[in-house]
Nanobody
Framework: QKQLVESGGGLVQAGESLTLSCVAS????????IGWFRRGPGKEREGVAS????????LYGDAVKGRFTISRDNAKGTVYLQMDNLKPEDTGFYYC??????????????????WGQGTQVTVTS
């Protein structure tokens, strides 16, 4: 079964950092665009960041630009989300999805599938 598995969430204070990881189960992650998304309490799903299969193209959601960094290591089959200077509004359930291509409408998440179970990130003030 083609699925992604997220890890690395936790409870931190504002200003601290966390690194999330996304690995593939049942398929090779190398050939796919991977996107990170989140859903905060009472909020709609939001695109956080997305990276092309080669890593050459990266897009970020406006709320995280300058604070979050997405990267991938295809040799390890892993996509990372480095989150710095975390804010309470970053609290939410973070999960990754796979897509065949990366376009300017990526943040809607409609082209993504193979969603994982997600990992919880909680930021206290």
């Amino acid at each position: 079964q083609k699925q992604l598995v997220e890890s690395g969430g936790g409870l931190v204070q504002a200003g601290e950092s966390l690194t999330l990881s996304c690995v593939a189960s049942g398929f090779t992650l190398d050939f796919y665009v991977i996107g990170w998304f989140r859903r905060g309490p009472g909020k709609e799903r939001e695109g956080v960041a997305s990276i092309s299969s080669s890593g050459a193209k990266i897009l970020y959601g406006d709320a995280v630009k300058g604070r979050f960094t997405i990267s991938r290591d295809n040799a390890k089959g892993t996509v990372y989300l480095q989150m710095d200077n975390l804010k309470p509004e970053d609290t939410g359930f973070y999960y990754c999805g796979a897509a065949a291509f990366l376009n300017n409408n990526w943040h809607a998440g409609l082209e993504y599938d193979s969603w994982g179970q997600g990992t919880q990130v909680t930021v206290t003030s």
